[in-house]
């Protein structure tokens, strides 16, 4: 395994990680879940994601049972809030409330003192960046998270988050997890070298696009029985974001390209993501041990510069980034 610096931060993260997401304590029963986990750490990896709305907590319960198997101080946990998890005006969103609520909450399902990373699972437009940064800080001065981030924050908030946090005195940003893949290369443009250039750490999610980059998807045919697109539970985003004939064409060309090295879509996929020199760790979402040894060969995989410029053809990079 290797491991990555977490932007300018000191703590290191293994260069894939395993995600939580519709998989432990959710599709997957809790014998295939523990297995996951336990192989994921075997392996090498020792950065786990998980959030709070994963499955309203049961994400976070599983995780915490399994990795009490484990070293605490051998992992990197990270977890989130924002989404939200009752019905009440307050029981969402980055409130200073909400923050401090979901984040003990969160440590009783882990069973943990402390989490690794905190994250603002999304922007919140109803809370002012003041109250949200000093919530942060609040729980580091506390002894309850390491570290803050965000995910899928446009790159001008994560500055004035900064700024607000420089001005208070307070921790900055330390990671950003963004959706990035073949199919999704908006970070390159501009979040990337903000992160950069802010000294914030990248761990990315979606690298497989929900399945779209495993080649399984073929053009006029429905989902495969079992796929996710295939599963009303879990298919949403990739129906609403991916699918469309031009993408299932693509995937076969990526296909045929990964044959041609003797290996999977998804591994040459995810060696892809692991190139890009601004990411930290790229975040898995395995739901067997034979799928997670399968993606953790991309470690192994050294791309061709001929067959970079031909998935560069494939998937360019878009001119303009999605408004969030």
């Keep these: 395994m290797e491991y990555r610096p977490l932007g300018q931060w000191g703590v290191r993260v293994s260069a894939l990680g395993f995600g939580t997401y519709l998989t432990v304590g959710f599709t997957c029963d809790d014998a295939t879940s523990r297995a996951l986990v336990l192989r994921a750490y075997d392996r090498g990896i020792n950065y786990f994601d998980t959030a709070n709305a994963y499955n309203k907590g049961e994400a976070e319960k599983a995780l915490g049972r399994y990795l009490a198997e484990v070293p605490r101080s051998d992992v990197v946990v990270l977890t989130k809030v924002w989404a939200p998890m009752g019905t009440?005006?307050?029981d969402k969103g980055l409130s200073a409330k909400h923050i401090r609520e979901q984040c003990d909450a969160s440590l009783r399902r882990l069973g943990f003192d402390y989490v690794d990373v905190y994250l603002c699972h999304r922007p919140d437009p109803d809370t002012p960046l003041e109250e949200t940064v000093r919530a942060m800080e609040d729980?580091?001065?506390?002894?309850?998270?390491?570290?803050?981030g965000v995910s899928e924050w446009p790159a001008p908030l994560i500055v004035r988050a900064n700024a607000v946090a420089?001005?208070?005195g307070a921790r900055p940003i330390a990671?950003?997890?963004?959706?990035f893949s073949l199919l999704y290369r908006y970070p390159e443009s501009l979040l990337f070298p903000t992160t950069a250039a802010e000294g914030i750490g990248n761990v990315v999610f979606s690298p497989l696009a929900h399945g779209m980059l495993t080649g399984k998807y073929r053009p006029g045919e429905p989902p495969p029985a079992g796929s996710r697109a295939a599963d009303d539970r879990q298919n949403n985003v990739i129906r609403k974001m991916y699918w469309t004939e031009d993408n299932m064409r693509k995937g076969q060309e990526l296909a045929a390209l990964a044959r041609d090295l003797g290996v999977s879509a998804a591994e040459?996929?995810?060696?892809?993501?692991?190139?890009?020199?601004?990411?930290?760790?790229?975040i898995l979402g395995a739901t067997s041990v034979a799928q997670l040894d399968q993606n953790l060969r991309a470690?192994?995989?050294?791309?061709?510069?001929a067959i970079m410029a031909q998935l560069d053809a494939i998937y360019p990079a878009p001119e303009t980034a999605p408004q969030i």
């Design 166 to 168: 420089r001005t208070l």
């Design 88 to 90: 009440g005006p307050n």
């Design 139 to 148: 729980l580091a001065r506390a002894g309850k998270i390491l570290y803050w």
């Design 175 to 179: 990671v950003s997890q963004p959706r």
């Design 268 to 282: 040459l996929a995810l060696a892809w993501c692991l190139r890009n020199r601004h990411v930290s760790s790229v």
């Design 299 to 305: 470690l192994d995989l050294n791309i061709p510069d």
